[in-house]
């Protein structure tokens, strides 16, 4: 048998019938917010059309904390933009399976876009992980208007990695025209010409004995970029 609950102080106090009014109160933020972390349902549009009227400046943040900081930023307020990189990265060092993973394309940096006029830099920096904003002379600068839309226009979808990226090495990974080294197989050593990738293979131009010159499919694990 359950033991009863009991309440040193009284039963606690019954929560407020759930009304069309304060339900739309509870749903309803106390401040503007503003998250442009790039998403891929994010329309370039979109982006856009929410950036616009803000000045925007580039703050230094905690190393590898781009988006915590990102997350305190919009909780504070403000907008925000992380341009972001999407790479095959390995999902334990004991798989071999690969997975999307996003990272910050500027390690370090994030955007936070401000109503005009002058932040509130004081508060801003008592904020964890936020340690500078970018300026010249230690005076904040916002960046240009035309170079926040260039950046989104270029990084809005984020930048995505080439499938076949999934089945290279991480951190050796190659392109149509880069020379690559055979890491295992008859030819294990040999460095040669990529001339086309197709999947998980690639096609290698081979330069055999006598100048015979022959093209060769080999898999992509079996492949790095040439030092």
Same mark, same amino acid.
């Given at each position: ?96 399976? =690969?997975? /999307?993973? *996003?990272? !910050?394309? @500027? ?5 936070? $876009?401000?109503?005009?006029?002058? +932040? ?20 904040? =600068?916002? /960046?240009? *208007?035309? !170079?926040? @839309? ?5 990084? $809005?979808?984020?930048?995505?990695? +080439? ?35 197709? $999947? ?28």
């Amino acid at each position: 048998m359950r033991k009863p609950r009991w309440y040193p102080k009284g039963l606690p106090e019954a929560k407020p019938a759930l009304t069309p009014e304060n339900a739309e109160a509870k749903r309803r933020p106390s401040r503007s917010r503003l998250h442009l972390r790039p998403r891929k349902d994010h329309t370039l549009a979109e982006l856009l059309k929410l950036a616009e009227g803000l000045e925007w400046y580039g703050l230094l943040v905690t190393a590898q904390k781009e988006f915590a900081a990102q997350v305190i930023l919009e909780r504070y307020g403000l907008a925000t933009y992380v341009p972001c990189r999407h790479e095959w990265r390995r999902r334990s060092k004991y798989s071999k399976a =690969k997975e /999307v993973k *996003t990272y !910050a394309v @500027a390690p370090r940096y994030i955007f936070a $876009g401000f109503k005009p006029g002058t +932040p509130l830099w004081f508060d801003l920096f008592n904020l964890p992980l936020i340690h500078a904003a970018v300026g010249i002379n230690g005076t904040p =600068k916002p /960046v240009p *208007t035309v !170079a926040m @839309a260039q950046l989104l226009r270029k990084t $809005g979808g984020g930048l995505s990695a +080439p499938d076949a990226h999934r089945f290279m090495k991480t951190h050796h990974e190659f392109a149509a025209g880069d020379e690559v080294e055979v890491t295992g197989g008859p030819f294990s050593g040999w460095k040669v010409p990529v001339k086309e990738i197709n $999947g998980g293979t690639a096609t290698v131009i081979v330069q055999l004995f006598g100048g015979a010159v022959e093209t060769l499919d080999l898999p992509l694990e079996l492949l790095e970029a040439a030092e």
